[in-house]
């Protein structure tokens, strides 16, 4: 019987090797320091008026803003009574809520078509629903303007008698926006789904309104709770369709409302981006108690094959 024995390394592979080991040592301390970098500048923003958003008017004026001090609470007070903030939620919530489910249902549904079966005009289909999100917004602001001025709506559905000036026209310009990019996400995850459940579900008898709810739509909670977090987001701090299309006061939604905290000869910016932290922390509480489906959902069609 003969013995075998491992090969060893010659000097010039360990020298290779530990050639390698050092230059990526090196590229992984760079990519550290360049993403440390990167997120310094990209926060730094955002903490800077969160920090603004505690200083007083009159300091920050005499001192400038390149300073440290003058920290109070008044302009959150002053904020929350100026901008009527429990109200512009609610009409938040109104907007946000149906527009997000309909967006996340409509968007199934199109991309169980375009994903499961296979005719002619299957591409253009998606084609057509993802290029809603190709046009800028201020290229149909006067078009959708007029459609929805001479749309006649039920007095219980609005009170001016058309789409403009009811909650229900920002809800519908929204989904219209926003169902394209969710049609294309969802139909690229639905695509990686085996075709066998589907074969085992047709000889079952299932019908394709059983497949697309008791099956699809179970398969598919992590991609829709990633989307579901970031079109609360895109749709809540919508501000351009919502001052198109409100003319009343008591309609706007919360982000329309900071345009109360303006003053006439000047604007107290303090006091504006008080007014800012206060609209961003429902986003950023939806945020991270959605966390870890929203990065599951992010990753989890890239993982199969």
């Not at 075709?195 to 309104?209: C, M, P």
């Not at 895109?234 to 900071?258: C, H, M, R």
Request: aromatic fraction near 14%.
């Amino acid at each position: 019987m003969s013995d075998t024995t491992a090969p060893q390394s010659t000097p010039v592979q360990a020298l290779k090797v530990s050639k390698v080991a050092t230059g990526s040592g090196k590229a992984s301390k760079a990519t550290q320091i360049f993403l440390a970098v990167m997120a310094v500048i990209w926060f730094f923003p955002i903490l800077y008026a969160v920090m603004n958003s505690f200083r007083d008017y009159a300091y920050t004026a005499k001192h400038g803003y390149v300073s440290f001090g003058g920290f109070t609470l008044q302009n959150y007070k002053n904020a929350l009574e100026r901008a009527d903030f429990t109200h512009t939620m609610m009409n938040s919530l109104k907007i946000t809520v149906p527009a997000v489910l309909l967006t996340l249902f409509l968007s199934c549904c199109v991309a169980f078509v375009v994903s499961r079966f296979s005719w002619r005009f299957n591409l253009a289909l998606l084609g057509l629903f993802t290029a809603a999100n190709l046009l800028p917004p201020q290229a149909l602001l006067i078009p959708v303007y007029r459609m929805f001025r001479q749309i006649p709506m039920p007095s219980w559905i609005s009170d001016s008698g058309t789409l403009l000036n009811s909650h229900l026209g920002l809800i519908l310009v929204n989904v219209a926006f926003q169902t394209g990019f969710c049609s294309f996400v969802l139909s690229n995850y639905m695509r990686t789904l085996p075709r066998e459940l589907y074969e085992s579900a047709v000889v079952d008898g299932a019908s394709v309104t059983r497949q697309f709810f008791g099956l699809t739509l179970p398969l598919c909670r992590p991609p829709l709770a990633a989307l579901a977090t970031l079109e609360t987001t895109w749709i809540y701090n919508e501000f351009f369709w919502a001052t198109v299309l409100l003319q009343q006061g008591d309609k706007f939604p919360v982000t329309s409302s900071l345009n109360n905290l303006r003053g006439e000869f000047f604007t107290d910016n303090n006091l504006v981006a008080a007014g800012s932290v206060l609209v961003a922390l429902p986003t950023l509480i939806i945020f991270f108690v959605l966390q870890k489906q929203f990065v599951s959902g992010l990753t989890l069609g890239a993982t199969k094959g």
